[in-house]
């Protein structure tokens, strides 16, 4: 292999990154018979096929011409960067963006043999194949045409991957928020039973003065209930919407319901505990008793 420039190196990346865009998107597409444009990032590009390309590249230039160990030491070095990446991103973000949970011999759901055996007929595949050919059509450019190149396709990259990477921050944030909006909510409903509990027993006595207090934090809290229940439904950011539909298949193990929710209903309001809490019901009933 041919001692590479930086901005060879970059394009390498690039050129790797869209060939994983094109792969992916064709595969998820047929598989959701609709159009997908596939990845964390919004342009026709897949950074950990762009860095698993590279690392595949680097890594195997003390065995080249031994198939067998190619195979072996490109598997595990593209294996391990898939695994660290999905962990990373799934402590940083709260969502993992790929998930091999229940495929044969899954690592904590980040890699699997399938795709281990998969990085390793890749590691063939582009050493003796396919980067063979990409590297006489990148020599062919010259020097000045992969520098105007690099320099048009490195910034909107930047761009691209800084504006998803607030997208996933955004996202993660949302989460929590509505998780704590949820949990709160749960806490209200069990004020609300003890609340209509005191009013029945304030309505059998002749306690008024009890029953104009409960009556007030009652009222107190269906506006509480309410503040909670409009943040609940305010929608999602364009940008976030647009991160789950170029990921269909993610998943968040932490924050499961809240996120199965989101998903369901990105396009829409929120409808925030779904069945878990009707608090419209709630205040039918105890509006019977405000009344009594």
């Known amino acids: 292999m041919t001692e590479y420039t ?21 595969y998820v597409s047929v598989c959701q018979r609709k159009l997908v444009n596939r ?23 003390p065995v080249r011409g031994n198939i067998p160990a190619m195979c072996i030491v490109g598997m595990v070095s593209a294996a391990v960067l898939e695994y660290v990446t999905g962990y ?66 490195t910034p909107l990259f930047t ?14 944030d949302i989460l929590i928020s509505k998780e704590r909006i949820v949990e709160e909510l749960k806490k209200l409903a069990v004020k609300k039973d003890e609340l209509e509990a005191a009013l029945e027993k304030a309505i059998a006595g002749t306690g008024d003065k009890a029953k104009e207090q409960i009556r ?25 919407r647009g991160l789950l539909r170029r990921n269909p298949t993610a998943v968040s193990f932490e924050y499961k319901e809240t996120f199965s929710d989101l998903k369901r209903s990105m396009a829409e309001k929120l409808d925030g505990l779904r069945n878990e809490v ?14 009594r």
């Not at 691209?160 to 996202?171: E, G, Q, W, Y």
């Not at 105890?286 to 009344?291: A, M, N």
């Open 278 to 291: 009707d608090f419209s019901a709630i205040k039918e009933q105890t509006g019977k008793w405000l009344k």
């Open 39 to 61: 990845g964390f990032l919004k342009g026709p590009w897949l950074p950990i096929y762009g860095s698993g390309a590279i690392c595949i590249l680097v890594v195997t230039i």
């Open 6 to 26: 930086l901005s060879q190196w970059l394009l390498f990346f690039y050129i790797y990154c869209f060939f994983g865009w094109v792969w992916e998107s064709t």
């Open 159 to 172: 761009i691209d991957f800084v504006t998803s990477f607030i997208a996933a921050m955004r996202l993660r």
């Open 216 to 240: 007030q934090e009652l009222g107190e809290l269906y506006m509480t209930v309410g503040a909670m229940k409009q943040k609940l439904q305010i929608r999602s950011p364009k940008s976030i």
């Open 88 to 153: 990373v991103m799934e402590r940083l973000f709260r969502v993992r963006y790929w998930d091999y949970t229940g495929k044969f011999l899954n690592i904590n759901g980040y890699i699997c043999l399938a795709s281990v055996l998969c990085w390793g007929v890749m590691t063939i595949l582009v050493v003796d194949v396919i980067h063979v050919r990409i590297e006489q059509m990148v020599m062919m450019l010259g020097t000045q045409m992969i520098d105007l190149i690099v320099f048009i396709a």
